[in-house]
């Protein structure tokens, strides 16, 4: 099946840094889903990105298909932004379902 | 709010016994997913259902079963509980037009 790898594995940042997260996954994809999961475990929708580039905020999420990976920016970043960053694929191949990368820990200090 | 209701949201039982996790999804969306998420396993994706059919079976032990009801909402039953089942459980809805999935708030299961 398809490989959603995610990098880096931990971030810890301070108050107002900006951080890129970076996903790739193994084969062509049709779906790609950014998710925060906050610390009481809630999957919170951030990005529907299979191709292009889109902006919500602070928050923004590339995705250039073509070479198999999907690029999350977090500007400013605030302590509610702690949390887990999960990327999700559904691959041209198969069936629906997402596949999940291991997800990206950030960690921001006061 | 993502407009998919899981129930209950936490869950304490014994090893040996029987639970079911309920799900209604959002409001028009047909497809149903199941997914585990414990501590060394990840988001492992267990079961998926549309419009009433299973659609898609993942890494379901035979001990766990599922259901989509003519309304649409799904159950999980899960069976001879182990150690091991401790675990989130989640439940999505898929938008039909673009597969978006959202998740509803989760299931805690604790097997003590």
């Known amino acids: 099946g398809i490989q959603v790898e995610q990098s880096p594995p931990d971030l810890i940042l301070q108050e107002g840094a900006n951080s890129t997260l970076r996903c790739n996954f193994s084969d062509s994809v049709n779906n790609l889903q950014w998710f925060h999961q906050n610390p009481w475990g809630q999957l919170i929708n951030l990005f529907y990105i299979p191709s292009g580039t889109k902006q919500n905020g602070r928050l923004s999420a590339t995705t250039v298909a073509t070479e198999r990976y999907s690029l999350l920016y977090i500007s400013s970043s605030q302590t509610t932004d702690s949390g887990v960053y999960f990327c999700?694929?559904?691959?041209?191949?198969?069936?629906?379902?997402?596949?999940f990368g291991t997800g990206t820990r950030l960690t921001i200090i006061p | 709010d993502s407009g998919v209701t899981q129930t209950p949201k936490h869950l304490i039982t014994a090893t040996g016994q029987r639970v079911t996790l309920r799900c209604s999804p959002r409001s028009g969306d047909l497809s149903v997913y199941w997914y585990q998420q414990s501590l060394d396993q990840g988001l492992q994706f267990l079961i998926q259902y549309y419009n009433g059919e299973e659609r898609a079976k993942g890494n379901i032990l035979e001990r766990f079963s599922a259901q989509q009801f003519p309304d649409l909402h799904s159950e999980l039953n899960l069976s001879s509980l182990e150690l091991g089942d401790s675990a989130l459980y989640f439940c999505?809805?898929?938008?039909?037009?673009?597969?978006?999935?959202?998740f509803g708030e989760g299931s805690r299961l604790t097997v003590l």
């Open positions: 999505a809805s898929s938008v039909v037009w673009t597969g978006e999935l959202f």
């Open positions: 999700a694929v559904r691959s041209d191949f198969g069936n629906e379902k997402l596949t």
